[in-house]
């Protein structure tokens, strides 16, 4: 597991599979991701499509 500059953790899918047993990736499952900010301001300011970029990188 590593922290990036932004206090964030991010574990590599490889050790998450690991961990969970998976040997095949299941590419019918489907994943939800989930942004929001804080205040009207931080959406003014572009937070949103920041984090949503962060999570699809």
Request: charged content about 40%.
């Amino acid at each position: 597991m590593c922290e990036d500059a932004w206090g964030r953790r991010r574990v590599p899918e490889s050790e998450l599979k690991r961990l969970l047993g998976i040997k095949e990736v299941d590419v019918s499952r489907k994943v939800a991701i989930y942004v929001r900010a804080s205040s009207h301001e931080q959406k003014q300011k572009g937070d949103l499509e920041r984090q949503k970029q962060s999570l699809l990188d």
